[in-house]
């Protein structure tokens, strides 16, 4: 069993920055992708990033490129997310997923691909 625990939420103004972080523990092994993903009220589940687990390759939702970063440490046990220049739609519950299995690139934002979740960290941005 995996089990994923994020951390580093927050409220801020528009304009500023917050790193999120995702702790794993358990059973990793098998683990070949790490993601984030976000929802807001009333909204879908979103891809913001995803990470590969050997190789460090990244994939970024449209609507985060060149203002989210997604990273690990050497260790491969903590995924970070970088993110800057926050604006108010930037608002919503964010969660940390892995998965143990080959993804399309497509696939990699898409939340069905992904098994296991943690319990979400909220982000506030105010205009």
């Known amino acids: 069993q995996m089990y994923l625990v994020e951390s580093g939420g927050g409220s801020v103004q528009a304009g500023g920055s917050l790193r999120l972080s995702c702790t794993t523990s358990?059973?990793?092994?098998?683990?070949?992708?790490m993601a984030w993903f976000r929802q807001a009220p009333g909204k879908e589940r979103e891809g913001v990033a995803s990470?590969?687990?050997?190789?460090?390759?990244?994939v970024y939702g449209d609507s985060v490129k060149g203002r989210f970063t997604i990273s690990q440490d050497n260790a491969k046990t903590t995924v970070y997310l970088q993110m800057n220049s926050l604006k108010p739609e930037d608002t919503a519950m964010y969660y940390c997923?892995?998965?143990?299995?080959?993804?399309?690139?497509?696939?990699?934002?898409?939340?069905?691909?992904?098994?296991?979740w943690g319990q979400g960290t909220q982000v506030t941005v105010s205009s």
């Open positions: 358990g059973y990793t092994a098998r683990t070949t992708y």
């Open positions: 990470i590969t687990k050997y190789a460090g390759d990244t």
């Open positions: 997923a892995a998965a143990a299995r080959g993804l399309s690139l497509t696939g990699r934002l898409s939340p069905n691909a992904y098994d296991v």
